[in-house]
């Protein structure tokens, strides 16, 4: 047997729920023993899926058997103890200790050090922070009481981030493994190719583009990097891209695979759940931002290799448009069939990613040429879908540790009281700065759904009191979280493009953080201005979209070259007034008539600069190709 065959019965599981199997069958099962099950067999896979050496073995499936049967117990028990909560006794807070601490161990071998490090110093704070000084100090808890509520409580690891993970996160999965199973990536890299190669620069714009795809088959910035940085970034390199430069393309435009809409890295569910506001609401929400952190990608992009006399590869070499488009259906009528499931009939997203996964399956069995697996993809698919659960279940269990520690340990309150003074004495700015740092402090070494979930669980609330809209506070803590993977001196994306390009890795990680430069100054604005979340009249959005798109105009070319605009300080003075212009909309009413005005000059402005860009560098004279 292959082991990996035993984290199968989780997507089996899973698929049998959103199906809704059990109910239909007559067994009257509760969402949180379904959870406890899911978690138990996370659990049982992630030890003996990543295993010790040598004879420490036989501890791993003594920790895989104690873990499964600890999460079981909880399953069998729960509603039972729904009726008997008062009781604290050795039955229930030993399978207590050992499910936690089997879980937990499971999340270090397949998450890292850092997010079991995270969990465990939460559950040390929730049992010691009494002890503390100052708004630090914890809640005085009973240690069993502390424990079970982890354990069993809806607000502890079987809660609402495991619910999504288990159920939205995994239709997603299922869907993404299928398409992926079906040729789905190789078709979103030929399309790319087909469009984009032969532009100057190609090879970059190819880049951008299929990462960007690829963010709806794939929930990690790394994943993304290693799937399509394979055949990007040596292309970059071949076309006259240094290493560096290459490298960071590809692991930008990664990382906004996991902020482009429909999934965010599967990201969009667990915001929704949060706010309690419907997932197209974050999808539109999300909308605009995405666009402009892609569009001034593509300028920079654009503006580097037009400076540096960088071509596009010969159309001979490239996949004509007509054929790719025509075979690309299998993957285009799948992902149609999402969206309606999705917004024509409003059924829950996990439900309609399983559909659209059915449907992609179907279309392979129908249109597959004679000799392509078809009934053997389907263990494939099982295999690779529970090998990408097992993190993401696990990176919930942890979100749940640390949401039932904030509940029970008043740490929440304690931070919001902090953050509010900062806002007290400084305004929101400050506390706007001073949470994108600790979120990207946070966001050090997790994945996606965990650095949202533990930054937004700590720094949300104090944005919100500070008057920050709920949307735009969660948006803006996702993003400093999300930046933690292109900022060094971590930047765990840069360095993972980096290995492949045999670049520096500080040099790829500073060219990172230039080309994500609007990820850095956006949330800010959108933090002030809602139009740019689609929240406003629709002469505020089209200001606000106007007042961005030509400041990172001009932002693109001060940061592709040096000599932009004659260098020096010319060149400061245009990104001074870049950095006013984005602005402009946060510190005036995007519908009023200084902001209009502001666009108006900025657009003239743009215009001229052009025309000074292109008189100094006759590579600049054409339009954007």
């Known amino acids: 047997m292959n082991r990996q065959d035993l984290a199968v019965p989780i997507t089996v599981i899973g698929i049998l729920w959103l199906l809704d199997v059990p109910r239909r069958l007559g067994f009257v099962i509760i969402a949180e023993q379904y959870l406890a099950l899911m978690i138990g067999l996370a659990t049982l896979a992630g030890l003996l899926l990543a295993p010790l050496r040598g ?21 069998i028990n729960y509603e039972d103890w729904l009726l008997d909560a008062v009781n604290r006794g050795p039955e229930k807070w030993i399978p207590a200790v050992v499910a936690i601490g089997c879980t937990l161990e499971a999340t270090r071998r397949h998450c890292g050090m850092v997010l079991a490090s995270l969990a465990a110093g939460f559950i040390v704070y929730g049992l010691f922070g009494t002890h503390l000084p100052g708004i630090l100090s914890a809640a005085d808890i009973a240690w069993r009481r502390f424990i079970l509520y982890l354990y069993s409580d809806t607000n502890g690891i079987p809660g609402l981030v495991l619910g999504v993970g288990a159920t939205q996160i995994l239709g997603f999965i ?39 795809l690829f963010g709806t088959l794939s929930g990690s910035t790394v994943a993304n990097v290693m799937s399509t940085g394979v055949v990007t970034i040596p292309m970059m390199k071949r076309s006259g891209f240094p290493a560096r430069y290459a490298a960071a393309i590809e692991a930008v435009a990664s990382n906004g695979g996991q902020i482009a809409p429909p999934v965010m890295g599967a990201t969009a569910f667990v915001i929704a759940e949060f706010l309690q506001v419907s997932y197209a609401t974050v999808v539109l929400a999300a909308l605009l931002p995405a666009v402009a952190y892609y569009v001034m990608l593509y300028l920079q992009v654009d503006r580097y290799a037009a400076v540096h006399g960088l071509e596009g590869v010969d159309r001979s070499e490239l996949p ?31 439900k309609a990613a399983l559909y659209s996964a059915f449907a992609s399956y179907a279309l392979h069995l129908v249109t597959a040429p004679r000799g392509a ?31 039932g520690t904030i509940n029970v340990s008043g740490l929440g309150f304690g931070l919001t009281l902090a953050l509010g003074k900062v806002a007290e004495l400084g305004g929101v700015l400050p506390l706007l700065a001073v949470t994108a740092l600790i979120a990207i402090v946070l966001g050090v070494g997790m994945p996606t759904t965990g650095v949202y979930v533990v930054v937004s669980v700590l720094l949300a609330p104090a944005l919100v009191k500070a008057g ?17 993977m292109l900022t ?90 870049a950095a ?38 006759p590579a600049l004279r054409s339009a954007t190709p």
């Not at 003594?62 to 999460?71: D, F, N, P, T």
């Not at 078709?187 to 469009?195: H, P, R, V, Y």
């Not at 809209?469 to 400093?480: K, V």
């Open 174 to 212: 299922v869907f993404g493994s299928v398409l992926n199973a079906v040729g789905g990536s190789r078709i979103l890299t030929d399309l790319a190719m087909a469009a984009m190669g032969h532009r100057r620069g190609g090879p970059a714009k190819v880049a951008i583009i299929a990462s960007s």
């Open 580 to 617: 006013f212009i984005g602005a402009s909309t946060a510190l005036f009413d995007p519908a009023g008539l200084p902001a209009i005005g502001i666009t108006i000059a900025a657009l003239a402005l743009v215009f001229a600069l052009r025309r000074m860009a292109a008189g100094a560098n």
């Open 373 to 403: 697996p078809r009934f053997g993809l389907i263990l494939g698919v099982l295999r690779d879908s529970s090998s990408t659960l097992i993190p993401v279940l696990l990176v919930c269990a942890v979100a749940g540790i640390v949401i």
């Open 55 to 75: 004879r420490l073995q036989v501890l791993d499936w003594i920790g895989a058997a104690a873990g499964l049967a600890s999460w079981l117990w909880l399953a």
């Open 468 to 484: 920050i809209n709920p949307m735009a506070a969660h948006l803006f803590i996702f993003y400093f979280g999300l930046l933690s």
């Open 488 to 577: 060094p001196p971590v930047a765990i994306a840069s360095y993972a493009a980096a290995s492949l390009a045999g670049s520096d890795m500080w040099q790829t990680g500073l060219a990172g953080m230039r080309l994500a430069v609007v990820a850095y100054l956006i949330p800010f604005v959108f933090a002030f201005n809602t139009a740019l979340l689609l929240d406003g009249s629709w002469l505020a959005i089209a200001v606000s979209c106007l007042s961005v798109g030509a400041s990172g105009i001009i932002l693109a070319e001060v940061l592709a070259w040096r000599g932009a605009y004659g260098g020096g300080l010319r060149r400061l003075a245009a990104a001074a007034a």
């Open 320 to 350: 004509p448009i007509g054929p790719v488009l025509v075979k690309s259906w299998p993957l285009l009528l799948p992902l149609g069939v999402l969206m309606y499931f999705l917004f024509g009939l409003g059924y829950a997203p996990g």
